[in-house]
């Protein structure tokens, strides 16, 4: 059963630019692992005037992909962020199953 991993992604616009530079390796970067097959990046159209609003659609193959994903990734991606843009974005994920 393909699963989508869904990052809803709030960024303050004065970093835009260099997130959105970083975002493209760090979704390739995503891609690279087993069971990731495609990403779809998506903007809000109406946002707030300090932030940015993106989600991230990941086509990912089954559960065990993603659960190795979490055990043995998650962590060291998220703190890729974290680590360059600091408090200058946040980000929620849900997992979403398709039922027909």
């Known amino acids: 059963m393909s699963l989508i991993y869904e ?3 709030q960024v303050s616009l004065d970093i835009l630019d260099d997130y ?4 493209d390796i760090h979704i390739s970067e995503i891609l690279d692992i087993d069971g ?3 990403a ?7 946002t707030s ?3 940015f609003a993106l989600t991230i659609h990941y086509s990912v193959s089954n559960k065990a992909a993603l659960d ?3 055990t043995n990734n998650a ?8 680590d360059r ?3 200058k974005f946040s980000a929620t994920r849900r997992i979403l199953e398709k039922i027909n």
């Open 7 to 9: 990052v809803n992604i």
């Open 20 to 23: 959105l530079s970083w975002l």
């Open 36 to 38: 990731f097959d495609s």
């Open 40 to 46: 779809k990046i998506y903007k809000e159209s109406f």
């Open 49 to 51: 005037s300090d932030s």
């Open 68 to 70: 190795s994903y979490f």
């Open 75 to 82: 962590e060291i991606m998220r703190q890729k962020g974290i």
């Open 85 to 87: 843009f600091g408090d």
